[in-house]
């Protein structure tokens, strides 16, 4: 049977895994180390290094050696995060010619999948060497919060490292599969997962015979232990500019070492309770003297930190068990993933939020990879009794009309699937239509990803409203999309397999979706629209006008303020549901106006 292995592409490091005679392992480099940095570097005389040499050369060499690439893959140049990166990276990045990121060394461009590639091209050679034999086959793991942007881009890394990669999973998953592989358990378990560069939590039923489903899943890609080492570094600096008043970020090679004390100081304050920093000789006074930095670090300082970044995976937690409809105690397991979830003050905040001991058990660094072998050779074994099912991290659609976000596919809906609406003409003798394919939470469209764009031409000139079109969504098991369009009378169809061009600006953006207005779809005003609406606004017609009696009579206690409140809160909705054209959206607020015109007309009655 084919070798599939499994790789955790971290942003800090990397493990490579396989299924061996039915078990899972890792997969040891040469030095004997299970993980390998995920960093690469070209030396001087034009060498490529790639994990742990590249990491030994990069105080020497910072400006040619690039760290936690993947938090800039699938991103565009004028993100808010490439922004935070090109600021703050000890290497050189800049802008390609897509409005995608360029990383330079030693004055040759390369773009984030060919630096990914490179970890990866490592991770495979890692396992050839050990199975004496070639590896084409992958199974690669992303972080359950990546779009499809960043998901397309990672493949694409796979493609350029001379992979297969037969199926993209999400980190978060991959860890709960090897935390219940051959243990036969039925539980509900969350998984917190917090690494290098991102902040991942996911909630799955486990199953009988192998059944891993995912609920919900949600997180931050820029959100991991990187940013508590910055507030280290941050310290340090602000600390050594008090004394000394001079900044250490002008200087690169400071900035490297900085950046390694500050994860070190980290790390070891994991298990003591204060360390030294101890920088000899990092930049010169300038009157030919050289400085050296020296600061010792407490555990309670670096607690005071880094405390809003765990509060915020906390607020992560809270949303995503509401979102799965679940209680705290209806989590059977926690389950910690991820170098940073050996900090202390992580797990106590973890504890605190359950209210149970997190499960320690797994290896945190080793346990991705060894559920992305699991699902590899799950994929190719058809002996193997596992079924996965996950889900997808943010809610799909199109933009319609009037610069609306209309969703097809919901947030946390199981992948793979495929959703089908229909949508029609907004304009009279409209021939063309502008598909703007989006990925996001918002209801304005531009506040969302735009992931691509095509147009389906050659319809029938016919009054607005007159021409369907169908729009179908699909997702596959990789958390891919590809969306399809079509007339429904003539049959005619395009369609696209959204790819990772990132090549516009959001001013692009902004403009391609102004001048695409003439081209949108609208949603279709259906009969069953008709009614909702006007039913809705005969009751909201009839509430306004009891609203400045009702305000009179009740205004002076607080329920009443309430009810006026929310009152105003029910009318605001459904006028904008009404906007929208989403007769699903009227009809949920049907009961709440009937209800607030029952109340306002007894108020009323009373007095
Ligand atoms: P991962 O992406 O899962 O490999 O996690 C890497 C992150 O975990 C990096 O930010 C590391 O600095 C951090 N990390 C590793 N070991 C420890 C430790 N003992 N204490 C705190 N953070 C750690």
């Not at 802008?95 to 999948?113: A, M, Q, T, W, Y």
């Not at 000139?461 to 990789?478: L, P, S, W």
Request: glycine share 6%; charged share 30%; aromatic share 4%.
């Amino acid at each position: 049977m084919e070798k599939v292995i499994g790789i955790d592409l971290g942003t800090t490091n990397s493990c490579v895994a396989i299924v061996e005679n039915g078990t899972p392992v890792v997969i040891p480099n040469r030095g004997g180390y299970k993980t390998t940095p995920s960093m690469v570097a070209v030396t001087e005389a034009g060498k490529r290094l790639v994990g742990h040499i590249a990491k030994r050369q990069a105080i020497t060499n910072a400006e040619n050696t690039v760290y936690a690439a993947k938090r800039l893959i699938g991103r565009k140049w004028n993100s808010p995060q490439v922004k935070n990166a090109v600021a703050t990276s000890s290497y050189r990045i800049v802008e390609g010619p897509h409005n995608d990121v360029r990383i330079v060394l030693r004055d040759k461009e390369f773009s984030v999948p060919e630096i990914s590639a490179m970890v990866l091209q490592e991770m495979k050679v890692i396992a050839e060497d050990y199975l004496g034999e070639a590896v084409t086959k992958a199974v690669v793991t992303v972080p359950a919060y990546f779009n499809d942007n960043q998901r397309q881009a990672t493949k694409d890394a796979g493609e350029i490292a001379g992979l297969d990669v037969i199926r993209i999973i999400n980190e978060p998953t991959a860890a709960a599969l090897s935390y219940g592989f051959g243990r036969n358990i039925e539980k509900t378990v969350a998984v917190y997962d917090f690494g290098g560069g991102t902040f991942d939590i996911s909630i799955l039923e486990i199953g009988a015979h192998g059944v891993f489903k995912v609920i919900a899943t949600a997180g931050d890609t820029f959100l991991g232990g990187e940013d508590v080492d910055a507030r280290i570094i941050d310290w340090l600096v602000s600390g050594f500019k008090e004394e000394h008043g001079i900044d250490l970020r002008q200087d690169r090679m400071a900035l490297q070492r900085l950046k390694d004390a500050a994860e070190k100081a980290k790390c070891e304050l994991s298990s003591v309770r204060e360390t030294e920093v101890n920088l000899p000789f990092i930049i010169s006074s300038g009157r030919n003297e050289a400085l050296h930095l020296q600061r010792s670090l407490t555990r309670q300082t670096l607690e005071e930190l880094s405390d809003d970044l765990i509060e915020r995976t906390v607020d992560i937690c809270r949303q995503t068990l509401e979102d799965a409809k679940l209680e705290k105690d209806e989590i059977e397991e926690v389950v910690l993933v991820g170098g940073m979830t050996r900090m202390p003050r992580i797990q106590q905040a973890v504890q605190q939020f359950f209210e149970k001991e997190p499960n320690k058990g797994v290896h945190p660094d080793e346990v991705v990879a060894l559920g992305a072998a699991i699902q590899g050779a799950a994929l190719v074994d058809d002996k193997q009794e596992m079924i996965l099912l996950d889900v997808t991290p943010h809610a799909l659609g199109i933009m319609t009309f009037g610069s609306y976000f209309e969703e097809l596919i919901p947030q946390n809906t199981t992948v793979p699937t495929h959703r089908t609406k229909i949508f029609t003409t907004s304009r009279d003798n409209q021939t063309a239509v502008k598909i703007l394919v989006m990925q996001g939470e918002s209801q304005r469209a531009e506040e969302n990803e735009l992931l691509g764009e095509f147009i389906l031409t050659g319809l029938r000139r016919a009054a607005k409203g007159q021409v369907e079109i169908e729009v179908t969504f699909e997702i596959n098991a990789d958390g891919i999309v590809s969306v399809r369009a079509k007339d429904l009378e003539t049959s005619l169809e395009q369609s696209i397999q959204v790819t990772a061009t990132s090549g516009l600006t959001r001013d692009e953006i902004k403009s391609m979706m102004d001048n695409a207005k003439d081209d949108l779809v609208d949603r279709r005003t259906s009969e069953e629209f008709e009614a909702a609406r006007q039913e809705a606004e005969k009751l909201i017609s009839e509430i306004e006008k009891l609203f400045p009696q009702v305000q009179q009579i009740v205004a002076s206690s607080d329920f009443g303020r309430d009810a006026i409140e929310k009152a105003k809160a029910i009318v605001d909705k459904a006028r904008a549901a009404i906007e929208r054209k989403d007769a699903a959206a009227v009809k949920e607020q049907l009961e709440g106006l009937t209800r607030t015109h029952r109340m306002f007309k007894g108020v009323v009655a009373k007095t």
